[in-house]
């Protein structure tokens, strides 16, 4: 029996052909693709900017740069989320502080970011959970009167909504992950997108080591002018041959949104009088893009989580454990940024398992999963 695996990124003809025309075309490093998949992405999640970066946790630390966070400064985070989320804003001497999250979302919540904030708080980092929306307004309208930066997290979210409008799309600063785990995929690669013009530029500046004139520039130009480095920046740039992927797969998102929301609606619906197994799904104010479609296994299952995981792995089904906590990580273990207890996100954490959901996954192999999750119930019913 072939393993039906977790995530399976989608690429095909267009990505090979997109690739060879930029070989081809002798610019393979940050150029005109870059900017073009930097126009397009901004189109399509309503983002006044985009800058292109590496990958999302230097988009992060981007964001992080030009809202001025720094040493002292404290920046509020889920400890539920890829551990990216928290190392951030220790990049620039803050302390990530961790709080918990929603239930039944698996994102924070404005009475949660609420009861974290100090005199040192700087900024807000809220994550898309899985490709589940936050609750971006009701947190904007906390923090916006104190001068706290809201960023939005949206590696997962790409193809999400919010109130009608994409995520990201009214954020101050947001950053997205293009690592094949998530719906689009350059190989490894991220976005900054931003409302704010000048700091849209300062980021384009420091991820080509803050040179005044970018490396483009001076290559289309026969006496190339002199460069200067008024700060020290980085290089988080991203490739065309990643830009040119990223435009093919860009096109591809509704498509893989509609299917992967498809497949996800027919997990829900096989679940659905199955006691002790809980899926994520949609929140109130949003859709999400099923980037993880998670399952809390509850005490009414006759399995805990590990042991349908190990049942899941007989049957060939590749289910993962659930999203990280990142306070009870050897790095965080006893460090000031845990500040208070996380039951939630310690029962989420230990509780839930990821189904394998991707474009291609077939009917007869959601089946196989399905069943697989639906036999250990059958054999208890049944003596
Ligand atoms: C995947 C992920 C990241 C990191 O993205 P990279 O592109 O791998 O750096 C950050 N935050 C969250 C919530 C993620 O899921």
């Not at 997109?18 to 070989?23: H, K, S």
């Not at 498809?262 to 829900?268: D, V």
């Not at 197994?277 to 296994?297: A, H, I, M």
């Not at 509850?298 to 289910?319: I, K, T």
Request: aromatic residues 6%; hydrophobic residues 45%; contains cysteine.
């Amino acid at each position: 029996m072939t393993r039906i695996n977790v995530m399976k990124p989608w690429l095909g003809a267009d990505e090979i052909h997109a690739l060879t025309e930029v070989i081809e075309s002798g610019w393979v490093a940050q150029g005109p693709r870059v900017a073009q998949f930097e126009r397009e992405f901004a189109v399509a999640m309503q983002a006044d900017h985009a800058v292109a970066t590496s990958n999302c946790t230097t988009a992060l630390h981007l964001a992080l740069v030009v809202a001025g966070v720094g040493d002292g400064n404290e920046v509020i985070v889920p400890s539920f989320s890829f551990i990216a989320t928290a190392n951030a804003p220790t990049y620039v001497g803050a302390l990530p502080v961790f709080i918990d999250v929603d239930p039944v979302t698996g994102c924070v919540t404005a009475e949660g970011v609420a009861a974290a904030i100090t005199h040192r708080t700087r900024a807000v980092i809220i994550v898309d959970q899985g490709g589940v929306p936050v609750d971006f307004g009701a947190i904007r309208t906390l923090c916006d009167p104190l001068g706290i930066v809201v960023i939005e997290d949206a590696a997962c979210g790409a193809g999400s909504t919010y109130r009608g409008r994409p995520v990201g799309a009214g954020a101050v600063l947001a950053a997205w992950s293009f690592h094949p785990r998530k719906l689009l995929t350059t190989g490894e690669g991220g976005m900054l997108t931003t409302s704010n013009a000048g700091w849209a530029e300062r980021a384009r500046r420091l991820r080509e080591h803050a040179m005044s004139v970018s490396a483009a520039d001076r290559q289309t130009s026969i006496l190339a002018p002199p460069e200067s480095y008024a700060e020290i920046g980085f290089n988080y740039r991203m490739t065309d041959l990643q830009a040119a992927v990223g435009i093919v797969q860009l096109g591809r998102l509704p498509e893989i949104v509609r299917r992967r929301r498809e497949i996800a609606a027919g997990y829900t619906a096989a679940l659905a009088g199955v006691g002790g197994l809980r899926p994520v799904g949609d929140p109130g104010w949003g859709t999400s893009n099923f980037q993880s479609y998670w399952v809390e296994v509850g005490v009414d299952y006759p399995l805990n989580r590990e042991a349908l995981l190990l049942h899941l792995a007989e049957a060939s089904v590749s289910a993962r454990r659930g999203i990280m906590a990142a306070h009870l990580q050897p790095a965080y273990v006893g460090s000031p940024s845990v500040r208070s207890p996380l039951p939630v996100t310690e029962s989420l954490t230990a509780n839930t398992l990821i189904l394998p959901l991707y474009h291609q996954l077939d009917a007869a192999d959601q089946a196989t999963v399905i069943d697989a999750l639906l036999a250990p119930l059958a054999v208890v019913r049944h003596g």
